[in-house]
């Protein structure tokens, strides 16, 4: 019906000359989704709640491109089976807020939901700047009273500061970001990336946090197409237990 019912403007949309419209920062608050450009960086991200339609539990996570190419990334969805409409949905790695630019707060990752969500969302076109507090998308146990993340994006930089608020942690916290193509640690404080001939570093405080790298096999040839056999998660674990405090983040180009 569609087809044939466009039809009828075919000839008025064959008159457009086709463009890729840019805009240097889109905000949806509907759906609470934030994409920002600068330079040649585009950053995407997102709050919402962990039980909307194709669900991934992921308020709060980014994706980074440097001229095109993904650098931090969001894997994807593997080829559809039972189990991903299933209640086994989330036993499905790609689907876990531990396998997305997101921290494990206090030993605990993010639940599924409609009640698990960000709050206190913030946009700010002019400076480019994006933040949530994503503390009620994690489990009652975490004890997360606040976990305020915000993104703001230069021309050759993305900032990340997470300002938090813990009720009796017992674990360490741990920040992970998901990537591929060639990763080293060069020096404490420092992890380079290059993915497409795209390098960028990831830059933390060496007092804070331990930092490692893990590479994720690929099996699923949905996504092995795309990433190839393997892809690799940074983690940033503190060194302390702490109930208060912030985390300072940088990623430059």
Known sequence: FRMLTSLVCEKQVDSYNPAHPHS??????????????SGNLFFAGK????????????VGTFNLYINSHPIFIDLG?????????????????????DYHNLPRINGHQ?????????????????????????????????????WQRSYRLTSNSLAIEDD???????????????????????ADGKISIKCNNQTVSLLYDKKQFEASTEKLA???PRL?????????????KAKKVTSIGKYRLTIKR
Request: proline fraction near 4%.
């Open 164 to 186: 938090f608020n813990i009720s009796d942690p017992t674990v360490e916290n741990v920040l992970h970001f998901m990537t591929w193509g060639e990763v080293t640690l060069p």
């Open 24 to 37: 240097p920062f889109t905000w949806y608050p509907e759906t609470e989704f934030c994409y920002m450009a």
């Open 218 to 220: 690929v099996e699923d």
């Open 77 to 97: 969805v593997e080829t559809y089976t039972r189990k991903t409409f299933s209640g086994e949905r989330y036993t499905i790695w790609t689907m876990q807020s």
């Open 224 to 236: 092995s197409k795309v990433w190839g056999d393997e892809v690799i998660r940074i983690s940033l």
């Open 110 to 146: 993010q639940k599924f939901g409609k009640t698990y969500k960000g709050t206190n969302v913030k946009v700010n076109k002019n400076n480019r700047s994006f933040s949530l507090d994503m503390a009620k998308a994690y489990p009652q146990e975490a004890g997360v009273n606040k």
């Open 47 to 58: 709050s919402g709640y962990n039980d909307e339609s194709h669900n991934h539990n992921d």
